[in-house]
């Protein structure tokens, strides 16, 4: 056990995948198993029904998850803020061994997983899987610059000053690659949007920037000042980056830039940007909750959750996928009053998203760090299991 301790943040995805090696004299001739890991954004223990019976907030799909698979009651992410936890999960090292002591990484910080460093995506690569990040990336670029400089060496990674990197983005050659980021650090593929309260306001495909965001970010528009490219739509990120995953999900051999070779075994890491702020659930789930629009923004969670497992199953791909869902940290319990609100304001519903724990998102207390967790592996993991 103290060997696994670098290992402890995914150490559940070690144990889970160890039982694949040791199980039945066969697995010569099986493939192994894909494996999709959903990692909600600021997404708390009591958001789901099925773990909280006071919960204001349906999660059916998640909860089919639990019927189908193993709970883990008493998991805990890396830290109680994201970068860390997502530093974390990829590499397996403590959260803080890095040049970031503490917060998150802030618009225009350069890349926090070393370039040498070994990665879940890498290793797997190293073992016959493709592997694929689709969503909120958070752990840093480097972005190339009309002036030759560069920009993450202009501010201390970590350090929250507007009047220093907010002018950074002129700086930005948006037409050029952006480097260093999720396909130098173990994925085949990527597609997402960064963060999405940060510039540039974009989808970035693999490294290079979807179009030039040469717009300036309406100020009523939720996030930090910066580019934008035109027609940004908050309420599009989590829609467009499902049908993303269904795709790669669905994709089969050949040509483009989300095929993968169905012949071989895949990961897909799926960091979702919700019910992160912007809370900014689409008309199908608005008032849909009653725990106002961060309930429905859980509520949009869960969807795509199931859009995931109904993937799978058209697929013909669900018995032999490690399916797992959790979150990067507990929930500051907004309320969603201008995609945003105050911290813990979603109480006024009579929903706590931490449930019984003590704490929110950022703090020290049980709150800020325990999290759903669950993992299905039809044939492997039994059923209703925790």
Not at 59 to 85: K, R, W, Y
Not at 361 to 376: M, N, Q, S, T
Request: aromatic content about 12%.
């Amino acid at each position: 056990l103290n060997s696994m301790k670098p290992f402890r943040p995914f150490l559940p995805l070690i144990l889970l995948l160890g039982v694949w090696f040791l199980s039945g004299c066969n697995r010569a001739k099986e493939q192994p198993p894909n494996i999709i890991y959903i990692l909600a954004d600021d997404m708390g223990y009591g958001d789901v029904s099925c773990l909280n019976p006071d919960s204001k907030i349906s999660t059916p799909n998640l909860d089919q998850l639990a019927m189908e698979g193993i709970t883990f009651t008493d998991a805990h992410s890396g830290s109680a803020v994201c970068t860390p936890t997502r530093y974390g999960i990829l590499t397996g090292r403590y959260c803080w061994r890095t040049e970031l002591k503490s917060s998150v990484l802030w618009a225009w910080d350069g890349p926090l997983i070393e370039a040498d460093r070994l990665t879940v995506g890498s290793f797997l690569k190293q073992n016959g899987y493709t592997t694929a990040c689709i969503g909120k990336w958070h752990l840093g670029w480097d972005w190339s610059t009309v002036d030759g400089t560069v920009i993450s060496n202009e501010i201390p990674k970590g350090k929250w000053d507007p009047a220093t990197r907010n002018p950074l983005a002129e700086k930005v050659d948006f037409s050029a690659e952006v480097k260093n980021g999720p396909i130098t650090r173990g994925f085949d593929y990527y597609f997402g949007d960064d963060v999405p309260n940060f510039p540039p306001y974009c989808y970035i495909e693999n490294n290079r920037t979807l179009g030039i965001p040469s717009m300036k970010k309406p100020d009523q528009m939720y996030g930090s000042p910066g580019p934008m490219i035109e027609g940004w739509k908050l309420e599009e990120l989590m829609p467009a980056l499902t049908r993303k995953a269904v795709e790669y999900i669905k994709a089969g051999k050949g040509e483009g830039l989300f095929k993968r070779d169905r012949q071989k075994p895949f990961f897909l890491y799926f960091p979702l940007t919700a019910p992160h702020t912007p809370i900014a659930p689409t008309a199908d789930f608005r008032g849909k909750s009653k725990a106002g629009a961060y309930g429905d923004f859980v509520q949009e969670v869960d969807w795509t959750v199931g859009e995931i497992m109904r993937a799978l199953e058209e697929e013909g791909l669900a018995e032999n996928t490690l399916l797992i869902f959790t979150s990067d940290n507990g929930s500051p319990g907004r309320d969603g009053t201008n995609m945003g609100g105050p911290t813990s304001s979603v109480r006024k519903y009579g929903h706590n998203p931490s449930h019984i724990f003590r704490g929110i998102k950022a703090d020290i207390w049980e709150g800020g760090h325990h999290v759903p967790f669950f993992a299905r592996w039809p044939g492997k993991i039994e059923p209703g299991s925790e």
